[in-house]
Structures are given as structure tokens and as C-alpha cells.
């Protein structure tokens, strides 16, 4: 039986509460294992925890009102939702949100983040939590190993992970 939208919307929002009750008691909960449990993708949950829901809601709400005559202004919008306008003005104009677009100069090929990914996921099942900039010493460690020429090997930055 197919899920409908509005399932899925039902059960991102159950994750949202469940999340931020847990954080709030201060235990860990992470989104990947409640997006397992529920069987929902977890950026879905991430977004909503990041408030992109609220971006396009104000859009859509922007654009509603355009097609029915009325005046909306994009200040006042985000004012109402608590959100920067600038956000809204971008999403209006198409420009996406910035976890949602690819790299400008991505230093790790497909293969070699999908075993990044693996690591993360691995230590993340047997309850390990790790830091950024942990990610990043194995990002460089991938780079390291598999480069072969006899430049130093390219590694990645500061702010990359």
C-alpha cells in the first residue's frame, strides 16, 4: 500500500517531537535511528528540525496569496514564522537550500564518501558518537591513501565536514 504524503508528514513531525523530547531529558537520539525505526529518510527530519518546512511554508503561503489577488509581503511572512526574509527571498527566486545542493569542489570522489558515510553509520549502530573533526581526519586519511602521484595529496578543509 502506497504512502501518502501526508503519512509521511504525520510521521517526520512524530520524529520531530521524539527528538527534541529526547534532547530535552538529555538523552541521545540521533535521526538516522529514528528515521530507521519509522522508515522515513532522514533528511526529511533533518530539514524539519532545521526549519526549511517553514521556508517553504511561507512561500507557498506568498505564492497563494499572489494567485488570489492579495498582497503578501515577504518581510511580514518572516516576521509571522520567525525566520530570516532573506531565506524566503531566495527560496522565491529558485535557489535551493544549501544542505540540498552538491559541492562546489568536492574533494572526495562518490566511492570514496560512500565509505565515509559507511565508517559514520557503522560507529553511529554501535552507539558511538563522533566529531567533526574526526570526520575530517578520515576524510583525510581516504585522500591520503588512495593518491598516487607525487604531489602532496590534496586534503580538505577547515570547514568542510
Known sequence: ????NEDIDDLVD????????????????????????????????????????????????????????ERSTVAAKARE???HKDR????????????GRKAANPKLSAIQEASLIRYILSLDEIG???QYNQIS???N??????YTTNTPAPSIGSKWA
Do not use: F, W
Open 128 to 130: 558511538h558518537s563522533i
Open 141 to 146: 586519511a581516504i585522500l591520503l591513501q588512495d
Open 14 to 69: 512524530r520524529a520531530v517531537r521524539e527528538i527534541r523530547a529526547a534532547r530535552e531529558e538529555g538523552k541521545r537520539s540521533t535521526v538516522v535511528a529514528k528515521a530507521r525505526e519509522l522508515g522515513i529518510y532522514k533528511d526529511c527530519i533533518h530539514r524539519r528540525l532545521r526549519g526549511d518546512d517553514l521556508v517553504d511554508r511561507a512561500v507557498r503561503e506568498i505564492r497563494a496569496a499572489k494567485e488570489e489577488g
Open 137 to 139: 581526519n578520515i576524510a
Open 81 to 83: 514564522l520567525g525566520i
Open 1 to 4: 500500500m502506497p504512502v501518502s
Open 88 to 99: 524566503i527571498h531566495r527560496r522565491l527566486k529558485g535557489i535551493g537550500s544549501r544542505i
